[in-house]
């Protein structure tokens, strides 16, 4: 996981604005999650792989490692996994 991590620390740019850049990273660099923020954390995903991947073929990274967090994160609480509402 740590080189995945290195590696969405690179590609964590544009398009997003500075405090989504950095929230993004916050949950990137943070091991456990709760509930709430691995949500947060694939939505900030999707938005990101919608508007970049075109720019950046290793975009799809950004995606992947937030749902496989999503879903570690659902487990450790007993929660049943859902769509997101990508609308909130």
Known sequence: ???LKATLK???TNPFT???RKRLT???NKDDLTPEEADELERLAIKFFDEYIS???DA???LFYA???RGETYGK???KLTPLNHNP
Do not use: F, Q, R, S
């Open 67 to 69: 749902a496989y967090k």
């Open 10 to 12: 690179g590609l964590t």
């Open 77 to 79: 609480y007993g929660k």
């Open 26 to 28: 916050e949950l990137i």
């Open 55 to 57: 720019k950046n073929p």
């Open 60 to 62: 799809w990274k950004v």
């Open 1 to 3: 996981m740590d080189y």
């Open 18 to 20: 500075e405090a989504e």
